[in-house]
T-cell receptor
Framework: EAGVAQSPRYKIIEKRQSVAFWCNPI?????LYWYQQILGQGPKLLIQ????????DSQLPKDRFSAERLKGVDSTLKIQPAKLEDSAVYLC?????????????FGAGSRLTVL | QKEVEQNSGPLSVPEGAIASLNCTYS??????FFWYRQYSGKSPELIMF????GDKEDGRFTAQLNKASQYVSLLIRDSQPSDSATYLC???????????FGRGTSLIVHP
């Protein structure tokens, strides 16, 4: 089966600019996650979708970050305006359905550098 | 605030040795425990997971849970240089299936 697709792989922007990342999960996976991984740290959840509904966005900085999954399939994460501290890898992951055995499959990630 | 703690390392072991990686968690309402491996510049990939009711062995890898002390271990037997990576521990809690990750432990297996 095809894996989790993400684009772009790399993006360099200046602070205060905007950027958008796209993710297409594994076909049939109802649950989609966006994680932020800063260098030397573990992934930190930004938002979880179940189909096209938001389950948890408590750690999403809503003044600058937004995410949507309109048709319950692919998703877009946007940052506007970007800050220096947003430099990180943005990982998209999916799982069949949230359960106790919630195994995530990650995409390759989108590396953002904010100058 | 549910937390997952890992020593960042690096943990350095010789080839063929047993590598022991540990992870502590803060909430006793923990349901499942996951170990992911992340090579430099790559995304995490699952090694194995266990539920709160027992240990598990899969090839050279064994995951062990100590509920009383609230830590989970990953043992890698016959370590190989190809095992050199960062190992991320993740925990899910009853009522929420969202994995919370630790910062990861860097493992170096030297020939």
């Amino acid at each position: 089966e095809a894996g989790v697709a993400q684009s772009p792989r790399y993006k360099i922007i200046e602070k205060r600019q905007s950027v958008a990342f796209w993710c297409n999960p594994i076909s049939g996976h109802a649950t989609l996650y966006w994680y932020q991984q800063i260098l030397g740290q573990g992934p930190k959840l930004l938002i979880q979708f179940q189909n096209n509904g938001v389950v948890d966005d408590s750690q999403l900085p809503k003044d600058r970050f937004s995410a949507e999954r309109l048709k319950g399939v692919d998703s877009t994460l946007k940052i506007q305006p970007a800050k220096l501290e947003d430099s990180a890898v943005y990982l998209c992951a999916s799982s069949p359905i949230a359960s106790g055995a919630n195994v995530l499959t990650f995409g390759a990630g989108s590396r953002l550098t904010v100058l | 605030q549910k937390e997952v703690e890992q020593n960042s390392g690096p943990l350095s072991v010789p080839e063929g040795a047993i590598a022991s990686l540990n992870c502590t968690y803060s909430d006793r309402g923990s349901q499942s425990f996951f170990w992911y491996r992340q090579y430099s510049g790559k995304s995490p990939e699952l090694i194995m997971f266990i539920y709160s009711n027992g240990d598990k062995e899969d090839g050279r890898f064994t995951a062990q849970l100590n509920k009383a002390s609230q830590y989970v271990s990953l043992l890698i037997r016959d370590s190989q240089p190809s095992d050199s990576a960062t190992y991320l521990c993740a925990v899910t809690y009853y009522g929420s299936y969202i994995p919370t990750f630790g910062r990861g432990t860097s493992l170096i297996v030297h020939p």
